[in-house]
């Protein structure tokens, strides 16, 4: 068994063949996929695609250079996202061999977050605050 720890299947170029990119992703062995998100919306997204397909799971969080995104409510709303009250609420279905540790669906994670200085596309100190926020939410 395979597992693909990192695959954004939530970003537009995949909106013409998604499917076809996870079967192909199953035909080759990848029995699991986890998409990680890039911001709120972005979170609300690969929570719908993990729903959809037994093989996927979503990590929400926002990542180091949309930090600049976070505001007063992001805490609550992604709270509300792990928990389930943001979205229709589905049966969380049985991984054989996976522990999952949400409350939330087919959430197993927060991500993709962490401190990203490469970019440079948030200032440091924001991209540190929104961390400890996302890892207090953790």
């Not at 397909?53 to 992001?74: D, N, Q, R, T």
Request: glycine share 6%; proline share 7%.
């Amino acid at each position: 068994m395979l597992a693909d720890t990192h695959c954004h299947l939530d970003l537009p170029r995949f909106d013409e063949d998604r499917p076809a990119v996870i079967e192909r992703a199953i035909v080759a062995g990848v029995t699991r996929i986890l998409i990680p998100a890039l911001d709120y919306e972005s979170s609300r997204s690969v929570l719908s695609l993990a729903d959809a397909h037994p093989a996927l799971f979503a990590a929400i969080g926002v990542h180091p250079s949309e930090s600049g995104k976070w505001a007063p409510e992001s805490r609550d709303q992604f709270r509300n996202l792990a928990l389930g009250s943001s979205l229709p609420s589905k049966a969380q279905p049985e991984v054989p061999g996976l522990a999952v540790i949400s409350l939330r669906r087919r959430l197993v994670a927060f991500g993709e977050i962490g401190l990203d200085y490469y970019w440079d596309a948030a200032p440091h100190a924001v991209q540190q605050d929104v961390l400890r926020a996302e890892l207090d939410l953790a």
